[in-house]
């Protein structure tokens, strides 16, 4: 094979690569745009049911002292293991917290929610 052919593999073969790094970017953007979309699907369940008490962005304050914001409840309990209590019903110590009851739906979208909050920068005790 001459020296155009061996350029012209070359060539095809750095094409095919650049078409698989483009097909595997799309691909990626693609999923972290879904996987933002579901989080900001679950910070709209967290402000309307949960917000009057449990503070929902990275450094506000809970209104209700025994609700600790979210960026610490999911540094206390991994959002896998939130998942059954979510669809059961989450049951607190304390008799102000409402039962909520989590739709398949709801969970998928509050914990990744709870999963795209950055982790605490200060402790807080609940409030």
Do not use: Q
Request: charged share 25%; proline share 7%; with cysteine.
């Amino acid at each position: 094979m001459g020296a155009a052919g061996e350029k012209a593999i070359a060539l095809m073969r750095c094409s095919t690569l650049v078409l698989a790094l483009v097909l595997v970017t799309r691909a990626s953007t693609a999923g972290v745009a879904a996987e933002t979309e579901l989080a900001a699907k679950g910070r709209a369940i967290a402000l309307e049911r949960c917000g009057h008490c449990h503070a929902t962005g990275t450094d506000d304050r809970s209104t209700h002292e025994k609700a600790p914001p979210f960026r610490l409840v999911v540094e206390r309990y991994p959002s896998e293991h939130l998942a059954e209590a979510l669809a059961e019903g989450i049951v607190t110590g304390h008799k102000d917290m409402p039962i909520f009851v989590f739709d398949p739906p709801a969970i998928e979208a509050f914990l990744a929610y709870l999963d795209s909050l950055p982790p605490s920068s200060k402790p807080e005790s609940g409030k």
